[in-house]
């Protein structure tokens, strides 16, 4: 860890969202002046964390803040895995390391400058609220194999979620987990190479855990966050259960195919016989939700019958 880094997280341990804490107190735990204080504070708000500054009372978390112990993460990765304070973007780095890496190996961020979701839309990643990461994966066989991956990470996602006591989870096609019907959590998933015999990808995604209200109003839909549960999990421990989770997933998925993961989907799935529609701009179908099929395809029943929809551009909304 860089010493940017170092002195900001030695400040950042000495604040709490519950009390103030004065910039003297700090200043005098980490041998700093006040005005050192003061400047990594501001430099702290450009990273997307929402400090409160009273006169006279000091400094204050708006939210709560959970940051990654990199030790314990990569001490209980199996795997290689590649944790930032900082980075562009988590799927961007393995996209630039192809070659050196091997199925299961991960990276993970507190911050991205340039987080990336579906369709090109930007990922808000404000430092140390959320998480943050991507995994290398390499399916031996070509690029067809890998139709309805994206199910299978949200299946997975879920999974560890929920061994944390998490209720109230939902799938939404193709990519996205629900909590309480607001969006908590999303899936990229990007090929880095493509062959008959082997394809690489980098899977991407990104959980709310503490979203405060700045950042959560740039965000144009309903949002959801871990910060409401009555004992929010752990980071890195959260992390350590996605990781093996994912891959023990990835692994059955390589083995049987999407098949194995569908009663998984089914007891999740948002949006199974409802009134939906399919937006693929300029055009809009409408229709009931069927479910999805062993390739991944949304099923669509409309009065033509059952139709199937599989990747392009589409997005999923319910009928209004």
Known sequence: MNEHWSRKRQILACLHHEHFVSGEVIAQSLSLTRAAINQHIDALKDYGIEIYSVKGRGYKLATPMSLVNESILVNNVDGRCFYFDETTSTNAFLLGHTSELKSGDICIAEYQSAGRGRRGRKWLSPYGHHIYASMFWRLHSDISKASGLSLVVGCSIVKALSAFGVEGLGLKWPNDIYLEHKKLAGILVEIAH??????????????NMSMSAEQGGLIDQPWSDLSSLMSMPD???????????LKTDLQLFEQKGLGA???RWNKYDLFANRDVSLIMAPNCVNGICRGIDDQGALLLETDQGIKRYLGGEISLRAAT
Do not use: C, P, R
Request: hydrophobic share 45%; net charge negative.
């Open 261 to 263: 993961f569908l009663d």
């Open 194 to 207: 493509s062959s008959a015999q082997q394809t690489e990808l980098v899977i991407g995604f990104g959980i």
């Open 235 to 245: 980071k890195t421990e959260l992390l350590i259960q996605l990781h093996k989770t």
